[in-house]
């Protein structure tokens, strides 16, 4: 992680891998000055090889498998997997579809950590982005790139509680100023 400038930093690689857009949008949320997730550390990059973590969107269509896979192996290590919404998880509207490969986990490997929603909601997606950075954090992820068993185990990423239109995220516990 020295390639960071925040001492506890994620920079992810984001590949639309078949979805209908909507966990898109609310991974999208989160770039705005609302959730302002620079702030805490989180950040969308442009090349595989600056990142940290890769998030998956969409159910894994055929024709994305491979774009997918070379994605994936082009992450320096430690590297972590992201499956964000139900369509990534193999849960979702395209579950069992034709040309869909099940999710991360049917196409590649189980991921790290799964973000349930159809689509999950910003503060989830940020939830469980600070959940992947905490992570990176662990001197055993160094050495391994596998999910470790109890991050496997954590499939469902509590929802937070939703701020009211008078409130910031940082006024119902979303992240520490």
């Not at 690689?13 to 609302?34: K, Y």
């Not at 994936?72 to 964000?84: G, H, M």
Request: glycine share 10%; charged share 20%; proline share 9%.
């Amino acid at each position: 992680m020295g390639h960071h400038s925040h001492s506890r930093s994620l920079q992810c690689r984001h590949v639309d891998a078949g979805s209908c857009n909507g966990c898109e949008q609310e991974l999208n949320a989160l770039t705005g000055s609302f959730y302002d997730m620079q702030h805490v550390g989180l950040d969308i990059v442009a090349s595989p090889r600056h990142a940290d973590a890769l998030i998956v969107t969409g159910p894994v269509s055929d024709t994305m498998m491979t774009p997918l896979r070379a994605v994936w192996a082009a992450l320096p290590r430690p590297k972590r997997l992201v499956a964000l919404g139900d369509c990534a998880a193999g849960y979702g509207v395209f579950q069992g579809a034709y040309a869909t490969r099940g999710g991360v986990e049917g196409s590649m490997r189980p991921p790290d950590v799964v973000i349930r929603g159809c689509p999950p909601t910003p503060a989830e997606i940020l939830q469980g982005l600070t959940a992947v950075m905490d992570t990176l954090l662990e001197p055993s992820s160094f050495i391994d790139s596998q999910p470790s068993a109890d991050l496997v185990e954590a499939r469902r990423i509590p929802p937070l509680e939703q701020p009211r239109g008078d409130q910031t995220p940082a006024d119902v516990g979303e992240r520490e100023i």
